[in-house]
């Protein structure tokens, strides 16, 4: 039988979902995104080199394993053909191994003008957005007026969407007072030039998924953004605009839910955000500052400095509950290493009371005070540990609070940037439902 497996990230995002999906691919032989576009950045490190991948899934780094980009992606094709160019310099078979969907949806560089309309207007609080376009090509996504991949190869057709879909652009600009006028018959051209590489890539993924499975391939579901960034369940309206939660991987792939055999969630040791919106764990204080050095907290495809905070228990139960996750990952560790204190979110009081939900609103999750529980630290070094009975007693008292006081098993932890920098423990449901080393 197959492992399905999806892999997605429990807090903002950035949660380090690359480095484990990079892991753990050698035992897949496809790995396929789902959802968002090239707002999202997984770096992964393999010895020196450093690769961040936006659009393509990080299983591409693996010879032999296909990297799908499913139907509930957006796609730049610039973006895309840039990171194909950079991946193929590295020596990275990517036109034998990367598919891409049929039924995708194409960003054009009006939805980045559109975006710039809508986050610019001086009478609205700016989401504070990765300006990629994300989110205007959803909008004609669910407008029905998107263009899918399937027109952007197909010539016939292409023309004449895009010149319905431009002029609609265009009297929207103007209506907003954007005077920007943009090249159509430019765009166009080069669009038609991009599609000639793009073309062998393009197929049926959805079928493709599905053959795998019929065929017992195991496959690898890489969430991008996180939970809290969910179109639906995350901190609306500062979300993206897909459905980075587990049932994205379903819809975003034509892989159906009875398929999938585990939900795995990865979550920072604390947690941070990038762009606006409530964050109840923020710290805004030297302390804040810190942990953002000790974990290089940058994003990784805008270079913004992320927000950071303690750990949210909260908001992981609710994430776990959102996604079913069946284990999780926990990464960075050891950012934590040198605190005398960690001071840990274990409930939100909301006016005066304890909350025994996550709220839907901006108002209400802004007047959230968490209540914190201090656990002592281990002022000792982590980095790179690979084993559980080699750390720190008290690094291993804080998971086992982390675990107890979510109730999702912690069954991998990350430890550094690198492949070997990770324990998957033994004996966990992580390790049952991961497949053995070598796909069969
Ligand atoms: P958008 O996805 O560009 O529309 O941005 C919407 C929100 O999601 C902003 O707060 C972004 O900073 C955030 N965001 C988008 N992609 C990522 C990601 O990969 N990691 C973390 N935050 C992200």
New binding site residues.
């Given amino acids: 039988m197959s492992n399905i497996i999806i892999v997605l990230g429990a807090q903002?995002?950035?949660e380090g979902k690359g480095k484990v999906v990079d892991l753990f691919s050698e035992r897949f032989q496809i790995v396929a995104r789902y959802q968002?576009g090239h707002?999202?950045?997984h770096t992964v490190f393999i010895g020196e080199r450093k690769f961040i991948l936006k659009l393509v899934p990080s299983g591409i780094l693996r010879p032999g394993v296909a990297a799908v980009i499913g139907n509930g992606v957006v796609i730049d094709p610039a973006a895309l053909l840039a990171e194909i160019d950079a991946l193929e310099a590295a020596g990275i078979d990517v036109a034998g191994q990367l598919k891409i969907s049929n039924r995708a949806h194409v960003i054009f560089p009006f939805h980045r003008m559109i975006e710039k309309v809508g986050e610019g207007r001086p009478d609205r609080v700016a989401?504070?957005?990765?300006s990629?376009g994300?989110?205007p090509c959803y909008e004609d996504k669910i407008a029905r007026r998107g263009i899918r991949m399937a027109d952007l190869v197909d010539p016939g057709s292409l023309e004449t969407l895009y010149r319905w879909l431009a002029a609609d652009k265009q009297t929207t600009a103007h209506a907003f007072g954007v005077a920007e006028e943009f090249d159509c018959d430019a765009i166009l051209a080069r669009y038609l030039e991009m599609a000639e590489r793009i073309r062998p890539m393009v197929c049926d993924t959805a079928k493709l998924l599905n053959d795998a499975i019929a065929a017992g391939r195991n496959i690898l579901f890489e969430g991008?953004?996180?939970t809290m960034?969910d179109i639906d369940h995350g901190t609306y309206p500062?979300?993206?605009?897909s459905s980075a939660a587990a049932g994205g991987a379903c819809a975003g792939s034509g892989v159906a839910p009875t398929r999938i055999t585990g939900i795995l969630g990865v979550s920072k040791a604390y947690i941070t955000r990038?762009?606006?919106?409530p964050f109840p764990t923020e710290l805004r204080d030297e302390r804040g500052e810190r942990l953002r050095k000790a974990g290089k907290e940058y994003g990784a495809?805008t270079g913004r400095p992320r927000r950071c905070g303690w750990f949210d228990v909260p908001l992981l139960r609710y994430t776990a509950m959102v996604n079913g996750f069946d284990s999780i990952v926990v990464t960075k560790l050891d950012v934590l290493d040198d605190l005398e204190q960690i001071p840990v979110c274990v409930a939100y009081r909301i006016n005066g009371k304890i909350a025994d939900s996550m709220p839907a609103t901006e108002r209400e999750i802004e007047s959230i005070e968490p209540v914190y529980e201090n656990l002592p630290g281990w002022n000792s070094p982590t980095f790179g540990i690979d084993r559980w009975d080699s750390l720190p007693a008290r690094a291993r008292d804080y998971l086992k609070f982390l675990e107890s006081s979510t109730g999702v098993e912690i069954g991998c932890i990350s430890t550094g940037p690198e492949r070997n920098q990770t324990m998957i423990l033994p004996g966990s449901k992580m390790e049952r439902l991961l497949p053995g080393d070598t796909p069969g």
Avoid: Y
């Fill in positions: 903002w995002g950035d968002g707002n999202a950045g989401i504070g957005t990765t990629r994300i989110g991008a953004q996180g960034l500062f979300v993206t605009s990038v762009g606006g919106g495809v």
